[in-house]
């Protein structure tokens, strides 16, 4: 008996709906890729009860013929492209030509549509795949699409829609990375006949964000200006400082030659940017866009289009890697109190826990003219003190003819003037009209990481020998690693060779450890290295660094002398570093002397 059987074309459409049309946010997609194919520079956005009942998007493209219009319900009907040949150089958002077919599948659907030049347009009605209506009418140039009553026809796909507040917000998302992908296009998005999201469409990235994200977001975040790579690749976009970041992916935004994508190289590639300057479970906020030849990515992989693959994947992470960290780095972050911070204060132990009371020293005012240096009665004896110890290089007093003191912190302000420190843990320094409170911990953790990190690049790490020799007997497994990448371990300093079986001799550490338990850090290091595929050796080393750096620094709580804390704040001040430590943590945070007087209500 024969079995297999050629579905009819009612049928195909809506199988074929199911792959394009999800929920009504697929179809406001589907219906502004088109737009922006037609050349439109103004596209209109309406809908009602999360656009199940109500979808209109109207732009002012190049609209389509009689013709036109009527073939474009087809499956399989498109202008976009000719011939296979094409898929490998698609430079459209839409190529499937599917959209038009599987939505009218699924909706009461009207074409009203008028061609550049042409006296009239034409209006169609198309209810379930069927053309119920086809006539001449007066319309401005462009096209408009009005989709009623989605999945009329299928009422189990209706059930699996979420609610009405739910379906909203799937469209105003993707609405709003439409805004953020085509500056260059005005966007008004109507829910209800309120207007949610208006955008000017005058290139500015800046003023596209702003019609997104509102004004809180304008001050905190960074231009990435255009880059061109030797690849074909060009990089631009905003990056959010790290106060932007959130608890998840949502708001960061990536596009691919103006098509919005998902893509975890892209996700890991910003990650590994914002390492040094964001904690754990902290996203950052980006908006990055890349243009790059349409023979280099393939975005025919799902009808949804957003999925994405890049021919050189390991050189598109590492340009985004780097160029993103080279944009933090020329811009280093201060957290600043606002005046809206609440305030609160713990009086039980003040009289008795000297640990919660500030220790007063007589103000110092620091000098920055390192000429003068050599007087400095804090500067004389510093060789002798916990921070000089800590940090196991002594300060130079004189002026390096190889130094460019003028690549110093530019947003702090100069002379500072150390008040204190609270809970032998924060130093409480006062500037002209503000004051900053920095964490000692986190200073002298990235001064330390920043220097073993250049000792790493230029090749110059230096180990200290043991007297006697560190023994230590590992696993087989961790056996295979040592001999594996006993290149790894030397580079970072350590001197170590086999003492016979799985025993191995550790005679030299590097200094940077200082007095720290070299075997403790080996295994921590060890312990790493089983997760690394042979030859990951850039990630870990630096986790290594960061963990012997803070291994190294100062710890909260140790009590600074007044030697000590002027020591830390001149190397902070000379190297030009990232305002966070390795981690990700604030090293200091602001507050102007305007904010403190808005918080006791002396002003307005």
Known sequence: MDRILILDDMTINQIAAGEVVERPASIIKELVENSIDAGASAITIEIRDGGTSFIRVTDNGKGMSPTDARISFNRHATSKIESSKDLNSI?????????????????????????????????????????????????????????????????????FLKSIRTETAYISDIVGRFILAQPDVS??????????YYSPGDRELKHAVLSVYGKDVIDQ???LEPIDTAIGVKLWGLVGKPSLSR???????????????KSKLLEESVAAAYK?????????????????EPNKIDVNVHPAKTEIRFRDEDEIGQIIQYN??????ENPYI?????????????NGVDGDKSQQLEVFPTIPIDWDRDKDEKNEYTRNIYASKYSEAKDYSYDTGRNPGYDYDNVISNVPIPLKVIGTIFATYILVEGNKQCFLIDQHAAHER??????????????????????????????????IINESMDVFQNLGFDIENFGGRAFAIRGVPVILGSSNPREFFEELLYGAKELDQGSNYKLRTDDIIRMSCKKAIKSGDKLSDMEIVALLRDLMEKRIPMTCPHGRPIMISLTRTELEKMFKRIQ
């Not at 608890?247 to 994508?261: A, D, E, G, M």
């Open 91 to 159: 430079v459209t958002l839409g190529f499937r030509g599917e959209a038009l077919a599987s939505i009218a599948a699924v909706t009461h659907m009207e074409m009203i549509t008028r061609e550049q030049d042409s006296m009239s347009g034409i209006h169609i009605i198309n209810h379930g795949g069927h053309i119920v209506e086809d006539k001449e009418t007066g319309c401005p140039e462009g096209t408009t699409i009005i989709a009623r009553n989605i999945f009329y026809n299928t009422p189990a796909r209706l059930k």
């Open 187 to 196: 966007f008004k998005y109507i829910n209800n006949g309120k207007l949610i």
């Open 221 to 223: 975040i960074l231009p």
């Open 247 to 261: 608890k998840n992916r949502s708001h960061q935004s990536f596009f691919v030659n103006r098509r919005y994508v």
């Open 276 to 292: 040094p300057y964001l904690t754990i479970n902290q996203f950052p906020w980006i908006v990055l866009h890349i243009d790059i």
């Open 324 to 329: 993103i960290g080279a944009a933090l780095e």
């Open 335 to 347: 957290p600043t109190i606002k005046e809206d911070t609440f305030i609160t204060f713990d009086t």
């Open 447 to 480: 001064i330390v990481y920043e220097r073993y990190k250049k000792m790493l690049e230029n090749q110059a790490v230096v180990t200290q020998q043991l007297l006697p020799p560190l023994v230590i007997e590992v696993t087989h497994t961790e056996q295979i």
